[in-house]
């Protein structure tokens, strides 16, 4: 009960002094700006199958959110057909958002499925993710509905206190993992309390579990 109680402070403190956050899985470029996909090129994931730095010398601002790309052509080709390219679920973690949680955004980890490009906060949810990618997809779909528009602080809080029914956790996630892979080690880049006091990309930015990325200037 003890541990319980000091859990939901901890949570109640960081969703005061940190506001709800955005509802768009960004960090701030040194204009403020909330950039996505830690200034990746969301076109590059279709056209290059890899993921591109892009640069602000060639940006698109839209609504909440602003995105970098590689090239003018791929800001183009972006301009024409967003729903085409936008990462789903905001750019958040599409593990996460199967349970309603808007946690992390990785642009080294994602996976193009149906046309659709999926971004994860980390290997180890992105691991989860692909033991059933139909099931997540099929749950996070209706819950990106209700959600999107929520701040992601908030929005992961109230999915905290209150489980989907089809909730997984992690460890069962593992267990299922090392069961049909044996011979694969299950990534070691799991959640961290952080999450909750960092931006989404922080993971990624700040080199948890590969290589720095950095901001986006």
């Known amino acids: ?49 890899k993921q591109v730095k892009g640069s602000a010398q060639h940006k698109l601002v839209m609504f909440q959110r602003t995105y970098y ?40 980890h994602w996976q193009i499925v149906d046309g659709r490009l999926y971004i994860f906060g980390s290997a180890a949810a992105q691991a989860a993710w692909s033991l059933d990618p139909t099931w997540h997809i099929g749950h996070a779909d209706p819950i990106w509905q209700d959600i999107q528009d929520e701040g992601w ?30 011979d694969q080690p299950w990534p070691a880049d799991e959640a961290s309390w952080r999450d909750w006091f960092k931006r989404p990309g922080w993971r990624a930015a700040e080199g948890v579990g590969h290589p720095a990325l950095g901001y986006p200037e």
């Open 69 to 108: 790309f590689a090239t003018d052509q791929n800001r183009f080709d972006f301009i024409a057909d967003p729903a085409k390219y936008e990462p789903q679920y905001g750019g958040f973690c599409a593990h996460g958002l199967a349970f309603g949680r808007k946690f992390g955004s990785d642009p080294t």
């Open 153 to 182: 602080r908030s929005a992961t809080l109230s999915a905290t206190l209150n489980k989907v029914p089809h909730h997984r956790s992690m460890a069962q996630a593992r267990t299922e993992w090392e069961k049909r892979f044996p």
């Open 1 to 49: 009960m003890h541990s319980l109680f000091r859990f939901l402070s901890v949570l109640f403190l960081t969703a005061f002094l940190g506001g709800c956050g955005a509802p768009w899985a960004t960090v701030p470029n040194r204009a403020g700006e909330p950039v996505m996909l830690l200034g990746h090129d969301p076109v590059a994931y279709f056209t290059e199958s």
